[in-house]
């Protein structure tokens, strides 16, 4: 499985991002897909999540109403679309796979696989 995240690296506060996620040799039609993002010096959280079981999509609490993910109809790429980014946000996000199809909870150790992660920087 391999998992490329890319998008744009720098915006300033209260500007907006898009990053996406391929995963390159199959569809995740019937996993799960989370993006987490790990700032410098703190643990690395998750912040969004499809599960394929009931195809809900999950935010944490930080980033709901700013943050949206979303697919494509392929199943191959998801996105994070970010909006209003603080300075605090800066951080290296990444993206993963759940296997069994369930994304929450949103933690990093239920997840199989990870891209390489993408840096975003916020500027004030």
């Known amino acids: 499985v391999q998992l490329v995240e890319s998008g744009v690296g720098l915006v300033q506060a209260g500007g907006s991002l898009r990053l996406s996620c391929a995963a390159s040799?199959?569809?995740?039609?019937?996993?799960?897909m989370g993006w987490f993002r790990q700032a410098p010096g703190k643990e690395r959280e998750g912040i969004s999540c499809?599960?394929?079981?009931?195809?809900?999509?999950y935010y944490a609490d930080s980033v709901k109403g700013r943050f949206t993910m979303s697919s494509d109809n392929a199943k191959t790429t998801v996105y994070l679309q970010m909006n209003r980014l603080e300075t605090e946000e800066t951080a290296v996000y990444y993206c993963?796979?759940?296997?069994?199809?369930?994304?929450?909870?949103?933690?990093?150790?239920?997840?199989?696989?990870w891209g390489q992660g993408t840096q975003v920087t916020v500027s004030s």
């Open positions: 993963a796979v759940d296997i069994t199809g369930w994304c929450i909870p949103l933690i990093t150790k239920r997840y199989d696989d």
């Open positions: 040799v199959f569809s995740f039609d019937d996993y799960a």
């Open positions: 499809i599960s394929s079981r009931d195809g809900d999509t």
